[in-house]
Each structure stands twice: as structure tokens, then as C-alpha cells.
């Protein structure tokens, strides 16, 4: 028997096992981290940096501003051949500085009700020049944050002001809350657009157009981007109580909005000031809290998406992937996911000199998914490619992927790959919004281009307004490998002219194909354990079927098992006693105030299958009489 088994382990280590072979037949799944480094930036005991606004020195020094008040410039933040970086100290008793830019020798930062000029005129690194360019009002209200400087290719700087919170979103408490504003080289203030409730992150791009991220909450019933034009007003009712300024540019009121719950791209045809989003960011599904964002253009050091956005999530302390177009002269494009695992709230990212993406950090008071109330990391690309859907266009009857590398034909041209469906949210004073009108598109024909980086699909019930689900889960590339990522959510506010796509009988959709029925192991039935009827164990759910589908369903984005994340464990569920029925009902109707001690509100679910929930809510009762189990076990052992 041991020189049999002596045998096995030789086979197995020569590769020339049967399961072996099998193994080298199917490649290992990769990872984020196989492309994209995190690496965190060394932080002192005794500073707390939590970073509201990041400032690349040319020098390769980078100035961090802090919720605290604080400027700090950071020697070495590269950390070279593995040396720590240094910490000085360049400013003080700045008053919730969330914003941070360097400009011709002198620092920029944004307060609370102040932009302040910040120099150092005799070189030894701290500030003791302060000028005020620009103030405002402020009520005091604590969530009148205000962001930026961004600077534009003249020179002058945009700023963003989140609207006060009095249980609603409300601007009226101090003037041009909830607008974006310009400041003048001369320091004059003008107003731009209004309708932003919580706009943390904004950007001017290369064509010197402002899109900035908006998050969930009065009439926003997820979190999105939108390109701001002079006049707009982005959907948010809090900053119109300033449209009668005479130097507002637009004079919509509050009483001129539809508060019916009917999709945003129908209230848009009422109001045409209305500014439809250029991409949503599905809630809970991609993302919570939408913050800050960058374009590349790094002309190819981050990796293959020159010219596409990376939008961090402060909530879910990640970074996301943005592509967009113009159609019809609008823009409108696509959302992908890109990296998680950051070690805290993802709110200030720029573009360090070298190509990385540097990426400021806090949590206190927000919550987040990273573990940390503050910290400092970069995203570095290792110069890997990955498998990505590069982009999704629309065209006249449908969609065209574009990949990163070389598809398998064979896997492409198959529609049993492809799930795609269209839903969108409720515009209404509400806060937050259900997913609505969801339906399936059905797919009539695959072109794959000669290149086979191109995948074209036509579809039935391509909707206006609506947000399309693209998710070609079973594409593999010629190594046989799958996506990194296999979904991206399209806004399609337009449709572009054009010719549909004439096609052959071969790529023809024939028939629709349904997914495979569930080869799931029943629970077994419970059996007396010493004249005590044994509690159903956790392990007896297919617990790798429920894990696909936490994913799937983006809960493991706000939930863990037995650790708190943005929202309560598993493990804590379950101590409520739900029935599977009532867990049912709370992920289609949460109520907040049953955890009073968490500060993000879930979302409403009613997308997600009944049937997928009760699954989910089965295994988390599981895990408490799994627990209960284990108790009664220690008990009998005892006696």
C-alpha cells in the first residue's frame, strides 16, 4: 500500500496524474491583482491623514490636504527601491479642507467656505503666505462640504457645494448650495449649473468639458455622472431656491418638476433644463457613493484604456472603469468594474508622474468597505494585459464590444454567453429609488469581426433612457482564459443613426437558450443527536452555489459573512430570527431602522429573482443554526 501511494505522489508530481492533465487543460482564473497593484504609502504614528484633497508636485513630492485642517507635503511618496517616504507639515488650522491643487508654486485648497492660497515664500516648506481668493456663505449645516479646485485650460478653477441636510437635500439655508461655480483669475464667483446634491467628485477633461459624480439620495435614485453645461441643472430640487439671482443662468423653480416616480428620461422631455446622466452607476451594484474621478491620459502607462475614466467609489472603497461617446452630440457610454481592496474610503485620486493613480482616502463618519478611517495607497499597473471588455458602443440596433484581446470565436458566437436585460430608476423627491421597469433584451444576431476583438449584438427592445446590461459571462480569449470582468452597464439616452446589421443565417440567433437548471445538493433532513433534534447545518446549502450568487447580486459589495462592512454581517442577520419569507421582504423593502448604528441605508433589491434571495436567505439562517449547533454541541460535551 505505501509504495502505492508512493507511485500516486510521483505521478502527481511529473504532471502525468489523469486529474493533472486536466488541470493544465484549464488555466488558472486571474485576478485584479495580477494587473493592478495596490501599494500603500508608509503614514507616521501621529498623523492622521485623512485625505479631502490630493496635489502632485512636479518635483515628485505630493501635497495632501485633510478633513483635519491639514497640508502636508510627502518627500518620497513613491517610496524608491522600498525607502519610507518623509512628512512635513506645510499648513494648518485650514477648516475641513476636501479639495486640493498646486499651481505655479503655490497650493490651492478649498475649505469649507473659503478657497485659500497657500505659498511658501521662503522655502523652508510651510505656508506663510494665506490669501483668500473666493468665500461663500455657510449656514453651518455639516453637510455643506465643498470640493475642488479644478482647474480649466484658461485658468480659472471650478468648485463644487453639496446641499445642507435637514432630512432632505435643501440649498436654501446658505446661497448656491448644491451648484457647480466658476472662480476668475480675479476671484469673482459665478454660478454654472445647478441640481447637485453630492457632487465629491468632478473633473474637467481634454475637450475642457466639466462631468462630475453624483450619489444616491433625494431625486437621485442611484449614483451617476453628468456632463455640466452652462444652464444645466442636473436633478437635484435643493439648489433652485437660487435660480432667482439675477445672475443665475437658468430660472427653473421647484414647482416646475414632475414628482410622479416616472423614469428621469421621461421627466426630461417636461423639463428642458433637465440634464440626463451620461452614465449611471447602478446602487449597491457598482457602487455607493460615487467620488472622485480621473481620465487617463497617461498615453499607455496605466494599461490599455487611454482616454477612459477611473471613478472611485468612497463606500465600497473602490475604483471603477468609465468609457464614453457622443451620440447625437450628447455623451452617454458605459460603466465597468476595475479594482476593489482598498484599505479605506476611496474619495481624492490624481495621476502621480510616473503613470500610477494615487488615491486619498477617509472613512470617518461615511463608513466604507476598507477596514481603515483614513489612508494613502497607489494603483499601479504592472504592465499585464487584461482580459476586458475595452468598450461598449451603441449602435442603431444594439451593441458592439470591443475587447482587449483576441476572442475565442467559438465562445463569442455563442448566445448562451450573453445575458442582457434594461431597467432604471424613479425620478421623485424620494430618496434613492427601487430598480424599475426591468426587462430582457433578447439577442437576434452575433457578429464577430475578422480581428475577433469586436463582437457586435443586435437586439429586440433596445429602450431610450434606460440603462442595458451587457454581460457576456462564457467569452473566453485564445488562451482560454475569461473575462476579468464580465459586465458593463450602458445608459443609452440616444441611438445613433445609421444601418442596421445585415445578417448571415450563421449568425442568426436561432432559438433562446435557457440557463441550466440548478444541479444544487439538497438539504438533508435533520436527525436526533443524543434525543435532541440536530439544527440544520450551514454546510448542507450549496454554499459555492449562494457565493456566486452574493456576487452576482453585488450583496458581498456591503456584506460579509461574520465581519461588519457598510452593512451587518451575515452572522448578525441571522441572530434576528427572520423567516426566509421575511428576509424576502426586507431586501425588497429595507427598513433602516431596524439598524439604527449604520449610517448607509441598503437599497432596495426588488431586481434581484425572488427565488436567488430565498437561496441567500436560507443560507444565512443556516449560518445561525450552524452556530446554534455548535453551542449545543459544547453543551454536551460538557455534561
Known sequence: MKRYYQLLLTLGLLGLGASSGIAQNKPKPLTEEDFYEIKTVAIPDGIRLEAGGLAPMPDGRLGVCTRRGEIWIIENPYQTNGTKPSYKL?????????????????????????LTKLTDTDGDDKADLYENVANWDLSGNYHEYSYG??????????????VAW???GEGKLAKWRGWLVKVTKDGKLEPVATGLRSPAGFTVNSNGDVLFGENQGDWVGSGRVTHLEKGDFAGNAGGLYWTKEPDSPLKLTREDLPDT???????????KALKLPAVWFPHAIMGISTADMIEDETNGKFGPFQGQYIVFDQGQSKAMRMSLEKVNGKYQGACYPFREGFQSGTVRARWGNDGSIFVGMTSRGWGSTGKDLYGLQRLVWNGRLPFEMKTISAKPDGFEIEFTQPVDAKTAADAANYELKSFTYKYHHNYGSPIINQEKTPLKGIIVSADRKKVRLVIDNLRKGYIHEV??????????????????????NNIPDGEAAQLTESQKVKASTAPAPSTSTPAKKTTPVNGTKKVADAGLIDSKQVAALLKKHACTSCHAEATRVVGPPFTEVAKRNYTNEQILELVYHPKPENWPDYATEMASMTHVPKADVLKIAAWINALGKKKAQADLNKLENHD
Do not use: W
Open 149 to 162: 479646485p479644478v482647474f480649466d485650460k484658461n485658468g480659472d478653477m471650478y468648485l463644487t457645494f453639496n
Open 90 to 114: 506645510f499648513a494648518s488650522g485650514l477648516h475641513e479642507s476636501l479639495g486640493l491643487a498646486y499651481r505655479d508654486g503655490s497650493f490651492y485648497c478649498t475649505q469649507r467656505g473659503e
Open 471 to 492: 454581460r457576456p459571462s462564457g467569452i473566453l480569449n485564445e488562451e482560454g482564459q475569461p473575462l476579468l470582468h464580465e459586465v458593463g452597464y450602458y445608459t443609452l
Open 261 to 271: 416616480g416616472e423614469p428621469m428620461y421621461e421627466a426630461a422631455k417636461k423639463v
Open 166 to 168: 435637514v432630512g432632505y
